[in-house]
């Protein structure tokens, strides 16, 4: 096994209402589903994210037929657009910060750290 970054074996796209952020996370082949499903896990995003998050809900949805999930984050974004006071308050580069997280592979796999 090998670790590389999330972002070698998936893409994300993430987004905001007021203090909750979502993340939609699609393997880049559908075979790799089950292995991101292991290691995606609630808590594991919540920890990967917890730097950013008040509250440490984290709720994953599956997203049949398009080979991703869907992570909702509550108390996510310091009260949301307008009642933060952080430099971003809103979800958009969540998601990006999510394809950081380490993930690990079989090294027969061919993904470059």
Not at 14 to 36: F, H, Q, Y
Not at 50 to 67: C, D, F, N, Q, W
Not at 87 to 106: E, F, T, W
């Amino acid at each position: 096994m090998v670790e590389v970054p999330l972002i070698r074996l998936a893409w994300a796209r993430s987004g905001d209402k007021g203090d909750t952020s979502n993340i939609g996370v699609i393997a880049r082949k559908p075979e790799w589903l089950p292995l991101l499903r292991q290691q995606l896990t609630e808590a594991r995003v919540a920890q990967h994210l917890a730097h950013l998050m008040s509250g440490h809900k984290v709720t994953r949805y599956e997203l049949p037929g398009i080979h991703a999930f869907n992570f909702v984050c509550e108390q996510a974004l310091g009260g949301g657009g307008m009642a933060s006071l952080r430099n971003d308050s809103l979800g958009k580069g969540m998601g990006q910060i999510l394809l950081a997280l380490p993930v690990r592979v079989p090294a027969n796999w061919g993904v470059q750290a």
